[in-house]
């Protein structure tokens, strides 16, 4: 597909693949469970909130778990806003984690739309969020691959584009 050779496989490999995929489906459904069963009893458990970022390592397509974690985010950004500048630099810490999140999910899949928006959310949310790298970042991924002209990686570079001139027009006004 789009200039890419297709490499055939044997039926032993392709059995094998079949069970470590199984294995690895297994292994993911119990971990989605864990989450969702802690986000019922509308409880932040670390252990989940870790737990979520090695999953979209694995699959960042996953909604429900950028949603969880925006969810976490937002329960501790309310705490920060209450201890100033300590609690400041708390949520920062964790707004930089969430971006080193979203950058090593892309890693596994470039055009994930989910990563893509938790990043533009994280960079919204972020009390000094750096611009500058995120049109780095952009132009990365845009070089990577000539058939991003048109798709995500395209559209969150607008996104990003149009919220620089938001800060800009905010600090000259």
Avoid at 38 to 54: I, T
């Amino acid at each position: 597909m789009h200039g890419r050779l297709k490499v055939r496989t044997s039926e032993e490999q392709k059995a094998l693949k079949e069970k470590e995929q199984q294995k690895k489906l297994a292994a993911y459904q119990a971990g989605i469970q864990k989450i969702l069963s802690g986000r019922k009893k509308d409880s932040y458990d670390s252990e989940c909130f870790a737990l979520s970022a090695q999953l979209l390592i694995a699959n960042p397509d996953i909604y429900t778990l950028w949603n969880y974690r925006k969810e976490v985010i937002l329960i501790e950004k309310e705490a920060c806003e209450e201890n100033g500048t300590e609690g400041e630099e708390k949520l920062i810490k964790l707004l930089e984690a969430e971006l080193k999140l979203t950058e090593q999910s892309l890693l596994a899949n470039p055009k994930s739309y989910g990563s893509w928006h938790h990043r533009y959310w994280s960079m919204m949310n972020h009390p000094n969020p750096n611009w500058a790298n995120e049109f780095n970042l952009c132009t990365k991924y845009l070089n990577m691959d000539d058939r991003n002209c048109k798709g995500v990686i395209s559209v969150y570079c607008d996104l990003s584009i149009f919220a620089w001139n938001v800060v800009f027009i905010n600090c000259v006004a």
